[in-house]
Structures are given as C-alpha cells and as structure tokens.
C-alpha cells in the first residue's frame, strides 16, 4: 500500500533490525518454538510489516464497507447502526418445553429465535419410530405433527420474531409447518423472515443427519428456492454451513473452501433447475464457526466475504449487489469447550465472540459453558448471552466499522486464506464439483487429516489446551446438569395418537398421494408438503412417501 | 509375533457426530491394531453381528446424542445373547455424564472414555483388558 521508495526503506530497515536485534537477541532469548504455525499449517512470521502488503490495492481489495468486494463488511455502518443478532440455539425434550425457553430467552433480550431439533425429526422419522427410541427430545425438540408446531410458537408472534431452524434434510416439512402455523395466527408468508439450514451437503460431509440421495436432495434444495422467492420473499432459504466441517476438525483455511464449494454446487443447482442467479441468490446465507484464534478467524470471515463477492460476480455473472454479499450467522466452537474445569468455557467463548463480532457477523450465537457435558441449563445459557451483550454494550469494538482492517498480520492473513481457499475450490471443480468431491471422499479424507494432526499435536502437548494437557486439577462431577424428563418420549407417542384420531385420513391420504405423484414428477414439491402438513399428516409420514419416491443415501465411509 | 488386536469401532443412534470414531479408529490402528468402522447410525442388531463376523477382541462405541442409557445395554445384552461377551472387550466414548457411567458399567460396559482423554489412555487400556 506504500509508494516504491518508502516500501524499499522499510525492507531495508526491516533487514536492519533482523541483523541488529533479532539475530543477536536470539541466542540469549530462544523463541518458545522453531516454527509457528496456524491451523492450516501455515507459517506464522515474527512481525509482519507494510512488506507483507506489497500490491494490495486498498479501494479494488478491501474497499468500504457495504460496497463489493465487501472485505469490510456488508453493510455500511454495520454494529453502529444495528448489533448482530443475538440468537442462542435452543430446544430440547417437548415443543411445551421449549416454548418456555424461548419466551425465557426472548425476556432475556435476545432478539431471534434458533430451533434445535432431536435427531428423529431431523432424520424424518416421527417419534414413534424404531429408530427413534432413546432419541426423542435429546439433542433438540421433537416434532412429529402441526399440532407440536403449534404449541412450540404458542404466544410468539410470528411477524414479529426471526427463527431459525437447524433442519436440512426434512427443511420443506419444517418451513411448511412454520407457514401453516404463521396462517393460523393471521400471518402471512410474505411477513415471515427467518432461516432454515437446508444445506445437505455438509451434512454428507460432516453432520450426518441427512436422508435422501444426493440429486434429489438437491432437487428438494432447488424446489424451496423457487417456492420461496415467490412465496416467503423474506426467508434465508438456505444457511451453508462451515461450522460443522470446522468442528469435524477441518482448518480455518479449509473451513471457507469447502462452504464455499459447496455454495457454488448450490447456484450451479439452481441455475440448472432453470432460475435466475439473482432471483435466489440474495437470500442465501452462511454460517461459520467462531473459533479461539482470534486473528485467524477475523482474517477468516474477511477472506469468505471477498471470495464469495468474486464467485457471485465473476463465476455466476451476478448484477445484484445482494448476489454477492456474503451475510452469515457464526456459533462460537462446541469442540474448543473442556468438559475439565467448565468454567474456563465462558473466557473462550468470549475470545470467540470478540472473532465473530471483529469479523462482521449478522448473528451469533454463544455456547454454554457446560455443552461438553450436557445440554446447557437457564443460568449457564444466560451467561453465554451476556457475554454478546457486554461485546457489544461494553466493549467498544462494534463502534467503528472492520477495526482490524489495515493490520499488516490480518491483511495479510486475510488475502492467504482466500488464496488457500480458491486453491482448494479449483481442485474440487476438477474433481466434479463439491457433491462429486464428497462422494469420492475427497472433503472428507482432507478434514481427517488435519482433525488427526490436531489430536497429535494435542497429545504431543506441541498444542496446550489449558485444563486439559497442561493445568490440571481434580475435580468433583459438576453438579446440577440439565436433566431431560424421561417420559419425553411417551408423552410424544401420546400426541401423535391423538393427532391422529382427531384428523381426516382421508385428507392427510389424499394429500400424500398427491405428493408422491409431484415427487415422482417435475412439479414443485412445496405446495403439496404445505398440503399435507395443513391436514395434519406427520413428519414421519411425509418423509416416509419420499423416501419411497427417492430412496436413502449411502454414506462413503472414509477413515 | 502374536496376531493383531481386531477392534470394531461402531456409531449406534442416530447422532451424526463421528470426529472422534474416527480419530480414535486412526489412533488404533497406528498403535498396530485392525480397526473396522462402521459409519453413522447402526442398530444394536447391527452392531452385534458385524462384532460376531469380523471376529474382533473389541468394541468400541462412540454416541454423543445422549441416547447412551438406552442403546449401550442393549449392545450388551446381544453379545451375551450371542454368546460372545465373554470374549470381547466393549467400551464406550463420547459425551456421556459422570452421573451415569456407573449404571452403563453395571450393564456391562468395561470402560467410558469422556472428552478430553488422551488416545494412549484407550490404547492401553485395551492392551491390559482383552479378554482373549
């Protein structure tokens, strides 16, 4: 960013202080380690200096603020204007339950709602199924039917609030029990905003809760789309995720390629499906992972929003400025969390929240500091929202736009990431594109890789986790982890039963057969699942005609 | 040399959360052993038969869904059906509360390894308790 003759002095001075400072001082004060390396493998220098900036272009680059490349953010006075959204994910045990929660949260001044879903209704199976049992209501709330929809936004306004739901393979049932939901308390789908995850492709990557084969899960994708750019305008269809390929133990680096891989497989998708870039591409979104690198991942976020600025304009030809930004939510890293003395938890999660909030997030949601050993209770939840609310309030940091910009370490770090990043996403192109990759196990073998570096160095104590290899103490078992009511489950049974009684067969058959006719077709499958959701048909039931019409998945495993 | 320890390193539920299989399935098998991994969602049925087919020494279960109390005694009790327990070592990992590790080693469970333990500690433990 220097002129020619003011960056030669600094190489020269930079040479001069090497020679006369550091080459003498080293043998009196060895470096704790010969090499420094990021998560990537990257090398870390000592210093860093305009040197490292050499050819940045400050307006093409980095720019301003809500202006492409969108390096500095996506809106121009991003948190002077308006805070993120703070949103924890939450729910648990019965839709009952868990619309105590969120009225808790909600109280608390949290200002969106995030729906986490038991393993069963994310894998579409109701809670009376085989499969089901000993998982209903465990990881998230179970939801077989309208009728717990209903109960678990009782008394929430649905034209007031922005949920977001953590549903990918049955997404269109959820946001169709959300539409039939919002209709009945006289809103309408056009008011509606919120997010639903809807990203299948990490789930074959890292999560696992996926359903159906890869074409037709796409086929879902692109269906939702089309549906909601008429339908639900205000609705993120989409959130790619790389926040689990991050937890799955991938690099900051491969974090930003492969979400962004898979991103581009989903405009690909779409644009195939015969839509334009720009009918759909404003309301996708991202999600990433906050994690306790600090530097890194505010390059991190940097470097994801200028990549997907470049894609969106110069891969798709995108002319809508919405196209191109790269918004997105960032939950802080579940696996950085110590089940060893958990009260440590709340200092990284802090750390973390700083990452989220200097990188420009929109929403963010903070872990608890007991999630390595249970679900987290009201009072370890409050405190993780407090720590948002003293970022934001008390910190100072969401008072100037991008303050790390013009750091040489971040500028520098920001612009490897990107260039790490498109690396990879060449290399997946030539291997077919990200759902390719994934079947080849190519995305999968390369987070393995790097999560067993990790575990070495780890064990090798060359990576100190405080509490855990190093600063050890003995505990006593924490006392006063959430408990689940055991009768979830037969509660859940109960209320299917009784849905059951209560609705028209014939209806709920009617409308199912005419679902299994538009899957096996090339109608849009949104409508007929809104149908049957309407008639009160179960997530089981409507998966259950889908599976028929699509079959399931078969994981490459990849060790 | 005597044969290499065979272990099946098994996801029972549906919890998608496989990291730390695999991480342990890889320490395993650079600490010399055979390791067979089954990928996502087994039932205990499942499990069981691929234990008796593989002929392995061990099984170790990783579940981080909380559906831990339900799935893992039954794991066990097959293998007692079977007639095989005696002869294989089954261990269990993941997130899974002190309070309730007690009650999985009454069922049968030889050991619980919670986050945070080194790979070595499983190694050995394994060396020192086959049953074979």
């Not at chain 1, 802080?332 to 990284?348: E, F, H, K, M, Y």
């Not at chain 2, 909380?66 to 997130?95: F, M, Q, S, T, W």
Request: hydrophobic residues 35%; aromatic residues 8%; contains cysteine.
């Amino acid at each position: 960013m220097l002129e020619k003759d003011k960056l030669k002095e600094v190489k020269e001075e930079k040479k001069r202080w090497q020679k006369e400072k550091v080459d003498k001082g080293l043998s009196k004060f060895p470096e704790r380690k010969e090499e420094f390396t990021r998560t990537s493998g990257a090398n870390i220098e000592r210093l860093y200096t305009p040197d490292d900036l050499e050819g940045m272009d400050y307006n093409k680059d980095l720019g301003y603020p809500g202006e492409y490349p969108y390096t500095r953010g996506v809106q121009p006075t991003m948190y002077r204007s308006r805070f993120w959204t703070m949103r924890q994910y939450a729910g648990f045990a019965t839709a009952e339950e868990s619309n105590k929660r969120y009225k808790y949260l909600l109280e608390q001044g949290q200002t969106g709602l995030s729906v986490a879903f038991d393993l069963p209704t994310q894998i579409g199976y109701d809670s009376d199924h085989e499969l089901a049992q000993g998982e209903v209501g465990k990881v998230g709330v179970a939801i077989d039917s309208l009728t717990d929809m209903e109960i678990l936004f009782d008394g929430i306004p649905l034209d007031k609030v922005s949920t977001s739901m953590t549903i990918n393979a049955p997404a269109a049932v959820l946001l169709a029990m959300y539409i039939a939901v919002a209709e009945k308390q006289g809103v309408s789908a056009d008011q509606l905003r919120g997010t639903i995850q809807n990203d299948i492709l990490k789930e074959y990557i890292a999560r696992g809760t996926y359903i159906f084969p890869t074409e037709e899960s796409m086929r879902l994708i692109t269906d939702i789309f089309a549906y909601c750019s008429k339908e639900v305008p205000q609705w993120n269809t989409i959130s790619i995720s790389g926040y689990h390929i991050r937890e799955a133990g991938s690099s900051a680096s491969q974090e930003v390629a492969f979400t962004l891989a898979d991103g581009i497989a989903y405009v690909e998708a779409a644009i195939k499906a015969g839509l334009d870039v720009d009918s759909f591409a404003p309301r996708l979104s991202f999600f990433f992972n906050s994690h306790n690198d600090l530097l890194e991942e505010v390059s991190k976020f940097r470097a994801a929003r200028r990549l997907w600025a470049k894609i969106m304009k110069e891969r798709f030809g995108a002319k809508n400025p919405k196209s191109m930004q790269l918004k997105f939510h960032t939950q802080t890293a579940g696996s950085t969390l110590t089940a060893q003395q958990p009260d440590n938890n709340i200092v990284r999660v802090a750390i973390q929240t700083l990452a989220a909030v200097l990188g420009g997030t929109q929403s963010l949601h903070t872990n608890s500091k007991d999630e390595a050993l249970a679900l987290p209770t009201e009072d370890s939840v409050r405190v993780a929202l407090r720590t948002q609310q003293i970022v934001a309030h008390e910190s100072g940091v969401a008072d100037t736009v991008d303050p790390l910009a013009g750091s040489y370490y971040v500028e520098k770090m920001t612009k490897e990431i990107e260039d790490a990043a498109m690396e990879y996403i060449e290399q997946i192109d030539e291997l077919g594109g990200a759902p390719a990759a994934i079947e080849q196990g190519f995305i999968q073998k390369e987070i393995m890789d790097s999560s067993y570096n990790y575990q070495k160095e780890l064990e090798k104590e060359e990576r100190i986790v405080v509490g855990m290899n190093k600063f050890q103490v003995k505990e006593k078992p924490v006392e006063g982890l959430l408990k689940l009511d055991p009768r979830v489950e037969e509660l859940q049974r109960d209320k299917i039963k009784k849905t059951k009684e209560n609705r028209d067969e014939k209806m709920v058959q009617d409308n199912l057969k005419a679902l299994r006719q538009a899957a096996s077709g090339n109608e849009n499958t949104m409508p007929y699942i809104l149908e049957s959701v309407k008639a009160y048909a179960t997530l089981g039931e409507i998966c259950g005609v889908l599976r028929e019409v699509f079959g399931e998945y078969q994981q490459s495993v990849v060790i | 040399m005597d044969k290499p320890i065979r272990v099946l390193v098994a996801k029972p539920g549906l919890d998608g959360h496989d990291r730390g299989a695999k991480v342990i399935a890889r320490a395993l098998r650079d600490a010399g052993m055979e390791v067979v991994y089954t990928g996502l969602r087994q039932t205990p049925e499942q499990i069981v038969q691929t234990a008796i087919q593989e002929d392995v020494d061990v099984v170790a279960l990783s579940i981080l869904s909380g559906a831990h109390n339900h799935l893992l005694p039954k794991i066990v009790n097959r293998l007692k059906e079977e007639g095989v327990y005696d002869e294989v070592l089954v261990l269990a990992g993941g997130v899974i509360p002190d309070d309730d590790i007690p009650g999985l080693k009454e069922a049968g469970i030889e050991a619980v390894f919670t986050p945070g333990t080194p790979t070595g500690v499983t190694i050995n433990f394994i060396k020192e308790n086959l049953k074979k």
